[in-house]
């Protein structure tokens, strides 16, 4: 299969690696040249413009960072990629976005899928990621061997149309959101407290933050962000993504954990790993104490 892959950022670049390991053409392109080296010297061939990179494409997979980057893409993508193209958008949108993307490619000839991931760069990197596949019936098994080449296989489930998997992302998203801000204003509380830090992880850990708590408790204790898997910005676009696609539900703790990324992205933190949040509510709670 010939397969132009668009967006080789943290998680593009890792997934676009695995293409090489089938039987594939590989064609990548990234917004900001100098990104494809890896891949080139793996056997990818990189384009210099997305009407090159999608030319003659049997399948064309964006991973860019949000809807208003794909809404730029994508009608370059279409004025230039064959008729019946298989569209695989992985980039996380809203369900309306993906609604919408739909409508696009069926006007102009192109076959859409919604299929986001979960995990991050390290599953990313081993091809385990969780594909949650949204597309019309016909569309499924074209899909499927593609998307199980970064996917892991029993976690590479179709659940539903197209806007059915990125509604279900925005759910997962919006958990781990609302967990992290949840776990800085825990430490927070705890700082205003005068309760050690270290203690309260270890209470913490064995209870409902277990899961973030693991995950990041070493950047925590180094107070360093900066090797970021899934960074501050890209999580304040998913809060707001849920907010939006739910406005009149009142989602109140999201919009709570929106503004405190926000926030968090205001003190600089914006290309930080997500857990800077959990990091800079903990601290905003001990400069507040002093
Ligand atoms: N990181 C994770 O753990 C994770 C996990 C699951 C899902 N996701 C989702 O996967 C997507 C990619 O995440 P990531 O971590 O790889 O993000 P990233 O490292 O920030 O990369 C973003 C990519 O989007 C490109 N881009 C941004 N705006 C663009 C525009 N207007 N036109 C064209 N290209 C544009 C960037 O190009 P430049 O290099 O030119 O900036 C880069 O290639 C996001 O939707 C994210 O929410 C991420």
């Known amino acids: ?23 594939n053409e590989l064609v990548v392109w990234n917004r900001t040249p100098g990104r494809a080296g890896e891949l080139v010297a793996a056997g990818a061939k990189e384009a210099r413009a997305v009407a090159d990179a999608v030319e ?41 976005d993906a609604k919408e993307f739909g409508r696009l490619c069926e006007e102009r000839g192109a076959r859409y899928v919604d299929a986001p991931v979960t995990g991050t760069v390290g599953p990313a990197t081993q091809g385990k ?31 539903g149309d197209i ?9 997962v998203n919006q958990g781990i959101g609302v967990v992290a801000a949840g776990l800085g204003e825990t430490l927070r509380l705890g700082a205003v407290l005068g309760v050690d830090r270290d203690l309260a992880l270890d209470l913490l850990s064995q209870g409902a933050y277990g899961w973030v708590i693991t995950q990041k408790r070493a950047m925590l204790e180094a107070g360093d962000f ?65």
Not at 132 to 158: I, N, S, T
Not at 243 to 267: K, S
Request: glycine share 10%; charged share 25%.
């Open 1 to 23: 299969m010939r397969v132009a892959f668009l967006g080789l950022g943290r998680m593009g670049a890792a997934m676009a690696r695995h293409v090489l390991e089938g039987e």
């Open 56 to 96: 003659g494409a049997e399948a064309v997979v964006l991973m860019l960072f949000g809807p208003d980057s794909v809404r730029e893409v994508l009608p370059e993508v279409l004025d230039h990629a064959p008729s019946g193209v298989l569209m695989v958008n992985s980039t996380t949108v809203g369900p309306l």
């Open 163 to 171: 806007g059915a998997g990125s509604a279900l992302k925005l759910v």
């Open 129 to 159: 990621l969780g594909v949650l596949v949204g597309c019309r019936d016909q569309d499924w098994e074209a899909v499927r061997p593609l998307v199980e080449l970064w996917g892991d296989p029993a976690r590479v489930r179709r659940v």
């Open 226 to 290: 900066s090797r970021a898997q899934f960074s501050v910005d890209l999580l304040a676009k998913d809060l707001a993504l849920a907010v939006d696609a739910a406005r009149d539900a009142g989602l109140a703790v999201t919009q709570a954990a929106l503004d405190d990324a926000r926030r968090t992205i205001a003190a600089g933190h914006a290309g930080e790993d997500y857990s800077a949040i959990i990091g800079h509510l903990a601290d905003e709670g001990e400069a507040d104490s002093h």
